[in-house]
């Protein structure tokens, strides 16, 4: 847009008012992208005080918020001992951790897209889940806690990630090209890794342990996990916020990113970084939730298009509101608690197929 | 440009061999197979390779648990079992008899029962999760008949007789379950030639069970103690009333843990704190490797009643878990065990008495004064 403000004089008044009318459209797009994530950011709230609310254990909802403002201000106490601890035991934390979880992952999912410039890429698409998983089955052999599981699994993650980028600095060609097929690679190496420790684990204790690991969950969410996990996916998140016009510049490609300025392979490393760090952080301490990453970016572009400086706080916000939907439904529908990851799908792939099919630009 | 051309004309004459290599080998293993399996199809009634070199002739008609009638030799020295379950329930049973195992032992079932047994040679499970039996290795063992024991899944009949074709030995299904253990343990002192044996483990489990039985039916639904049984690293999987793995629980007390999908696992469902909250047990049982230790410092779980009573236990689990896990004779001594933890008074036999016999009679083990402390230390 620049560019063009400094060719104006020279043209004829044509192809001025058409330019005019060009950046018109472009503001109008900006307003409406400025309007979406205001909605969502207003979604995002009134969801979670909708959430506060609700719960297997009875909490009057007005009680509720009284105790969260008699953390501020005290009030009179209208509330049972234990109702106040399960909930700031219990339900706040899994709410946070829910919000946190599902931006990260839809953050990480588009700057992914981005980067690899690949519409079918996911927080996964470099191995951070399968590698976290063989770190989980590991530690879960081993006989580890469910901390040194969560630490493993992190470690594993990152270190597939910085496997990957070993490996494709090492091959010729296409850039972009050899380092997904080098995490797909390295991705089913550890996938088989799984199954082998699938196989050799105790049918009676450690393989459900590995299975349900996979299967990802909120349920046993403390409020010490939100401050652990926290640092971590603020660091990400920051990063790839800060970062998100250069992501617009990597989509054209390393050369138009030359010319503009933009160093691609310093900054293809830093975004996927961050964006691993998120994913593994994610993975670590709810084990494998599929779906959000790869969907959430796509259902943004479908209403915003595709400038990262608007799509990302938006990928951010609807992943959050979603997860946080949907690990309600996890919670509350039945007494015993249904693995969110299945549930992921199941509520969003047949709302996606509709989309694609309502609204063929995609 | 010709050189490329030679290159790939080498490659692709490398393809066409490694495929006529591959359609040679499933050929020869074919060829390698069918002949025993042809023989096997004729000559169903007058022998089989491996029993007949032990004993030709000897042979006669076994009605199994599910009324399938197979031909076993007479004389059964060399069992193989189709799986953990049986190959946990002919631990108790017949262990010399045994020539392979479904998977390494636990150190815990080597100390107590399985010491010849440890070294013997891992089949895997013909069923169940993993489904992975090495059936040559079955056949390397000279194993005259597998046993499957447990409770009686849809299509079970078909699925033996498919692996009893594929194996050449007969295999036969005995039945196991939380009241029937009795009539299980004597088909298997029929079919292993052990008639003492079998009576003596069916009498011990009927009496157990009927003990129990007995007092429970003195105790209304009203009185009975609200428990709830959990597991997992943080506590938070239950196991449902109405579900396989929850018998012993079931019949003992109230389980608090009613939901509408009742999982036949042994990962049980999971439960939220807050629903856990909701029910407020008055008694928990956690299985080994929960949280067991940790609860009474956990706010949250503090304010549970049973918490707050002090009525909270392991169940111990060695060489098995007394309640579940896996859900075999293991269960006659958790039948035994809750209700002497939740019900003292309705019983003139000490726990202490009931372990050291049952570990005595099923296992061949005395316990001492320290194991026995031990293995009670935190289900008193």
Sequence with gaps: ?362 | MERSFKSRLLALFCIVALCALACFAVAGCENGQQPPAADQNQSQPAERPEPAAVDPNATRIFTDSLGRQVEVPVNITKVAPSGHMATQVLLTFAPEKLVGISAELDPAVVKYIGGDCANLPVFGAAFGAKGDLNKEAVAASGAQILIDTGERKEGIGEDLDALQEQLGIPCVFIETYLDGYGTGYRLLGDLLGMPERGEELARYCENAYQETQTVMATIPESERANIAFLLGDSGLNGIAKGSYQGQVVDMCANNVVVVDNPSGKGTGNEISLEQISVWNPEVIVFQSGSIYGKVGGDPVWANIDAVKSGRVYEVPSEPYCWLNNPPSVNQIMGVQWLPRLLYPDKFSTSIEDVTRSYYKTFYGYDLSDAELAELLAHAK
């Design chain 1, 1 to 362: 847009m620049a560019d063009d403000t400094l060719a104006a004089p020279a043209p004829a008044p044509a192809p001025a008012s058409a330019r005019s009318r060009g950046l018109e459209v472009a503001r109008k797009n900006d307003r409406s992208a400025r309007l979406f994530i205001l909605g969502l950011a207003i979604l995002m709230v009134v969801l979670v005080c909708v959430s506060l609310m609700l719960g297997r254990y009875p909490i009057e909802p007005v009680d509720a918020f009284k105790m969260l403002i008699n953390k501020i201000i005290p009030l009179e106490q209208t509330w049972g001992a234990q109702a106040e601890v399960l909930f700031f035991n219990v339900r706040f934390p899994r709410i946070l951790m829910a919000l946190m979880v599902g931006a990260c992952l839809a953050a990480a999912g588009a700057a992914f897209q981005g980067t690899f410039q690949n519409p079918l890429a996911s927080p996964d698409i470099l191995g951070a889940s399968q590698g976290a998983a063989l770190g989980a089955a590991i530690a879960i052999l081993a006989g580890a806690s469910a901390h040194v599981i969560s630490a493993t699994a992190f470690v594993f993650s990152m270190s597939t990630i910085v496997l990957v980028f070993l490996i494709s600095s090492r091959a010729k060609g296409n850039r972009i090209m050899v380092t997904v097929l080098a995490g797909v690679m390295v991705s089913s190496l550890f996938s088989s890794g799984v199954s082998f420790t699938k196989l050799v684990a105790d049918p009676t204790d450690q393989l459900p342990a590995i299975t349900y690991w996979l299967m990802g969950s909120l349920t046993s969410v403390r409020l010490h996990d939100v401050a652990i996990a926290a640092l971590p996916m603020a660091l990400g998140c920051a990063t790839l916020l800060l970062m998100r016009w250069r992501i617009n510049v990597l989509t054209m490609g390393d050369d138009e990113a030359a010319t503009m300025g933009v160093n691609a392979r310093l900054i293809r490393v830093i975004v996927t970084l961050a964006a691993t760090l998120i994913t593994a952080t994610s993975v670590a301490v709810t084990g494998m939730i599929g779906w959000v990453g790869l969907v959430i970016p796509h259902l943004c572009r479908m209403a915003i298009g595709c400038d990262y400086r608007k799509l990302m706080p938006a990928s951010m916000l609807m992943g959050a509101s979603f997860l946080l939907v949907v690990d309600n439904v996890s919670r509350l529908a039945t007494t015993s608690e249904i693995p969110i990851g299945i549930l992921t799908a199941f509520i969003g792939a047949p709302f996606f197929l509709y989309l694609i099919m309502r609204n063929k630009k995609l």
